[in-house]
């Protein structure tokens, strides 16, 4: 079907079919829109649309406003021009309902921190790893306060871990051994200034023992950093225990 070519106002216009609604819309001689309505949904307003039409509206706009490089350069231009324009107001209405709504405020960082570490955890836990050695005071005091908030889960938390010690610990552990590591823990402490920890070499939760032979004195910023990997993928980080460990003997195999 040959699409009609008429004048408007005395410009020459072309029609196309609209790929929305299926119909002819005019187009003036530079190829634009003659009236930014006029090519969806016959001419109506946003504020006439049904929110599910706005919804196709907008997203219809934005990509005949997007199409080409230099369109999505001037897009980017333009939203930077206000944002920048508009910046003072949006952090003085953003403190404004954030203060208004701490419960909505906190369960929508606690969305966006589960979002973000679902998609990179890694990168997650490099920056908190790397906050962490920055801030060693401001860390001890947030999980204190954390510890103090939120007894019942760690209560649970040391619980489920004394279950699994007590599963995993064979009858050849020697309560009088372990014992010396605790307190070998604490005389290291004592006489260097670092607070050490009694680490499982192979971790409980990988299947490790809770026997002196998987048990030795680490410092606690190692073990933090450790956490439940192995010495292998430790090592692989290019951090490693190194010769700050000390311990009784071999770790068993089995």
């Given at each position: ?49 049904t929110p599910e039409e706005l ?11 997007l199409k080409g490089p230099e ?48 998609e990179n955890p890694e990168k ?131």
């Open positions: 079907m040959k699409l009609p070519v008429g004048t408007i106002r005395g410009k020459k216009v072309l029609a196309y079919y609209n790929p929305v609604t299926g119909k002819p819309a005019w187009r003036n001689e530079t190829g634009k829109p003659r009236h930014k309505y006029q090519t969806y949904k016959d001419g109506k307003k946003p504020k006439d649309m919804r196709e509206y907008k997203a219809w706009l934005q990509r005949e406003h369109a999505k350069e001037r897009h980017r231009a333009r939203q930077k021009r206000y944002y920048d324009k508009t910046r003072e107001e949006r952090i003085r209405k953003s403190r404004e309902w954030q203060r208004a709504h701490p419960v909505e405020r906190r369960l929508a960082y606690n969305r966006w921190r589960r979002k973000a570490y679902r997650f836990r490099e920056s908190g790893r790397k906050w962490r050695s920055k801030n060693p005071d401001k860390f001890a005091a947030s999980m204190k306060r954390w510890n103090e908030n939120n007894r019942p889960v760690v209560a649970r938390i040391a619980s489920d871990r004394r279950a699994r010690m007590r599963g995993a610990m064979p009858e050849s552990a020697d309560i009088d051994v372990m014992n010396v590591l605790y307190e070998a823990r604490d005389r290291i402490t004592q006489c260097t200034g670092i607070i050490h920890h009694v680490d499982h070499i192979v971790p409980i939760s990988r299947g490790g023992l809770h026997h002196q032979a998987n048990m030795r004195v680490i410092p606690a910023s190692v073990n933090h950093r450790k956490w439940a990997k192995s010495d292998e993928e430790f090592s692989a980080l290019g951090i490693g225990v190194g010769a700050s460990a000390y311990s009784l003997s071999p770790v068993p195999q089995g």
